[in-house]
């Protein structure tokens, strides 16, 4: 059995053609997914980066194995404590030792676990290969690598191989002779000047007028994105270079692929090709950034071509990353984690029965601190912290008619707010009771200063609200965090 698992860092499935984008950026990929199955409602349980891989690898939501944050005590999984054995349990029941205990070889071409200093993620793998670039290299630097291991391996049949490429992730980083494959092409986007000059107005970290988060400033070498926009030609050169890093990729991916059919196994290979998260573009005054717990940031694509199995189907349920770990547990028979909080859906694969959850909590903790509840057609968000984007503590999207979140349906639909709430508020009990310790991580979080990529930006955002014409927003802000204007 050989297993290949295509992992894209921050790659939204709206923008794949397979998911039904206009722009064509994912050729190659559509190609798996029409001999494959596509899941449309799979979530990231826990976002962003850190998070979200915690979750994949653990088998558990981010409250259960207490990686939620980007830096502080809560980017660290739970210590096991007394219970530890000789080998850690953390360790040994994960995702990719469920590969490994199945008889296969298993390596990675991946730079997460440095950039994050996150080394767990390498617990199960026989082989790790770090190309050194902490999650900054393009995919230049990785193909060759995951090409020499295709090779260099061509005799095994039992191996798992995964290989992550960051390209579509922040700063866009397709290298210069791949082009501008989209300056012709128009955009395919919801967005018009009337909804740019509102985010103009907002205080966003990461919005229009400041990209790189909290300033203006990008690197010159980092031409295919801008430090801001106004317009719609600043918004299409944006876009344009996400859609690339997304069409780089699969430009990568393609060669994979086709080394693959070379040696005359790509048939008998399952790919798999999946994301950490998605992006906000433009959602909530959100661009090129995966700061909350929504739809845009935490939806993400799943794809599964599996040998033997038919092709073009897809699944409409609800499904976690972190179902991940027993689904492959069923499909190559090994036994299941006690641990594990995810949910098999080998059955869907194999015989499309509905194993969807009726709802799901997504969590996010690193930009801002909020849970929010995918139910029906609806997300309910409640946030904790809002990361300076002075959000409502309560949020309703029905994002079947409105994906782009831009009708907040609180006070319409009350009745609705206070059913998801009660959702939340179970699935919270029921996971601390069921918890390692007795503290939320979300209130580790808050207790420490806040979601990570907001601590010691306040008073300087404030006085850049100021200096870049929204002074209203600066006011609002400063008013509720307490700030005074000496500060």
């Known amino acids: 059995m050989r297993i290949l698992m295509i992992d894209i860092d921050t790659l939204r499935p709206d923008h794949m053609g397979c998911y039904g984008y206009g722009r064509s950026t ?17 979530y990231c349980s826990d976002a962003p980066c850190l998070p979200s891989r915690a979750a994949l690898v653990t088998g558990m939501f981010g409250i259960h194995n207490g990686a939620v944050g980007h830096g502080g005590t809560a980017a660290d999984r739970y210590l096991t404590g007394e219970k530890r054995d000789f080998r850690d349990v953390a360790d040994t029941d994960n995702l990719h030792n469920v590969f490994r205990r199945a ?21 199960g793998f026989n082989e790790c290969i770090n190309v050194g670039g902490c999650g900054g290299e393009s995919g230049e630097k990785v193909l060759p690598a995951a090409l020499d291991w295709i090779k260099r391996n061509q005799s095994r049949d039992d191996w798992f191989l995964h290989v992550h490429f960051w390209d579509p992730h922040t700063p866009y980083r397709a290298p210069k002779s791949f082009g501008e494959p989209f300056r012709d092409v128009p955009l395919d986007t919801w967005l018009n000047q009337d909804i740019l000059n509102s985010h103009s107005r907002l205080s966003s970290p990461h919005g229009m007028n400041e990209i790189g988060m909290y300033t203006d400033q990008i690197s010159p070498e980092i031409w295919r994105m801008p430090g801001s926009f106004t317009d719609m030609e600043g918004l299409k050169r944006l876009m344009d270079g996400y859609d690339t890093g997304i069409r780089y990729a699969d430009h990568l991916v393609g060669q994979i692929l086709t080394l693959l059919k070379q040696q005359g196994v790509y048939d008998d290979t399952a790919v798999i090709i999946t994301s950490d998260h998605g992006e906000n573009m433009g959602e909530l005054g959100i661009y090129s950034e995966h700061g909350t717990a929504d739809e845009p940031t935490c939806r ?11 092709g073009g189907r897809t699944d409409a349920g609800f499904h976690y990353n972190l179902d991940l770990a027993p689904t492959m547990a069923d499909m190559l028979g090994v036994a299941p984690s006690p641990r594990w909080d995810g949910l098999s859906w080998a059955d869907t694969l194999t015989d499309g029965a509905d194993t969807g959850r009726e709802f799901l909590v997504l969590s996010q903790m690193a930009h801002v601190c909020q849970r929010s509840v995918r139910w029906k057609q609806y997300l309910y968000v409640r946030t904790y912290h809002d990361g300076f984007r002075l959000f409502d503590r309560e949020m309703l999207f029905d994002v079947e008619s409105d994906p782009h979140e831009t009708k907040d349906l609180k006070h319409e639909r009350p009745e609705v707010c206070h059913l998801c709430a009660h959702m939340l508020l ?7 009771l069921s918890s390692p310790s007795a503290v939320d991580p979300m209130q580790t979080v808050l207790r420490e200063g806040g979601p990570y990529h907001t601590r010691g930006w306040l008073v300087p955002y404030i006085r850049r609200l100021k200096a870049t014409g929204r002074a209203e927003a600066a006011l609002r802000l400063a008013e509720k965090y307490g700030v005074r204007e000496e500060d």
């Open 26 to 42: 994912t050729p190659c990929m559509d190609e798996v997914c029409r001999e494959g199955l596509r899941f449309d409602r799979y």
């Open 103 to 123: 008889g296969l070889y298993t390596a990675s071409v991946s730079t997460f676990a440095e950039r994050h200093s996150s080394y767990w993620f390498q617990a």
């Open 300 to 310: 993400i694509p799943m794809i599964v071509k599996w040998p033997g199995l038919p």
């Open 426 to 432: 179970d699935w919270f009990d029921d996971m601390m």
